[in-house]
């Protein structure tokens, strides 16, 4: 089965570029977060999605970034624009609501972002 | 309010020996989960056990094992007889009213 799905795994921008990031999930899965990591603060959890609605945006860090999940497969996290202290790994997960181990993550391989 | 704290940003453990990994959490939520994650430096993250609140039993998995205090709001991780591949970054998450935070984690240093 295919796991999460990011891409593009490594964007190199200038400062005041938009940059897109995408992901899918896992089907049939009803979750969707999205985090950021560096070294200072770790993992943030940004913004996260259920059956495609997003429920809780307090991480994203300013009005630059914006997310959206138009359908059960596909999400995109957007800067614009740009900036520096932008610059980190920002992964994709999803999960799915009931089983055993409810709400194990499955984490994509992540895009790294340097914005110069 | 959420929390997650892990207070030990880095170890180093002689190879073969046990290791424990410290982590607190605090919710309002009575029903919640925890996990651990590994990360090691090829950067992907790597699911490890689960705890819920309401079980009974420490989770374990393989040579993991997770100690789970609930009245002391502690779920710390438990490497058995450790090895050079568990030398890797590893992440406590908590999932409460459906979001999934994490901790700053532990890099964890196998000696050999």
């Known amino acids: 089965d295919a796991g999460v799905i990011q891409s593009p795994r490594h964007e190199v921008t200038e400062m005041g570029q938009e940059v897109t990031l995408r992901c899918k999930p896992i089907s049939g899965h009803d979750y969707l977060f999205w985090y950021r990591q560096t070294m200072m603060r770790g993992l943030e959890l940004l913004i996260y999605?259920?059956?495609?609605?997003?429920?809780?945006d307090s991480g994203m860090p300013e009005d630059r970034f914006s997310a959206k999940m138009p359908n059960a497969s596909f999400s995109t996290l957007k800067i614009q624009p740009s900036e520096p202290r932008d610059s980190a790994v920002y992964f994709c997960?999803?999960?799915?609501?009931?089983?055993?181990?409810?709400?194990?993550?499955?984490f994509g391989e992540g895009s790294r972002l340097t914005v110069l | 309010a959420q929390k997650i704290t892990q207070t030990q940003p880095g170890m180093f453990v002689q190879e073969k020996e046990a290791v424990t990994l410290d982590c607190t959490y605090d919710?309002?939520?009575?029903?919640?989960?925890l996990f651990w994650y590994k990360q090691p430096s090829s950067g992907e993250m790597i699911f490890l056990i689960y705890q819920g609140s309401y079980d009974q039993q420490n989770a374990t998995e393989g040579r993991y094992s997770l100690n789970f205090q609930k009245a002391r709001k502690s779920a710390n991780l438990v490497i058995s007889a450790s090895q050079l591949g568990d030398s890797a970054m590893y992440f406590c998450?908590?999932?409460?009213?459906?979001?999934?935070?994490f901790g700053k984690g532990t890099r964890l240093h196998i000696l050999p």
């Open positions: 919710t309002s939520d009575p029903s919640y989960g």
């Open positions: 999605f259920n059956n495609n609605v997003p429920i809780d």
């Open positions: 998450a908590m999932r409460g009213d459906d979001k999934i935070i």
């Open positions: 997960a999803s999960s799915f609501s009931s089983g055993p181990k409810t709400g194990e993550l499955f």
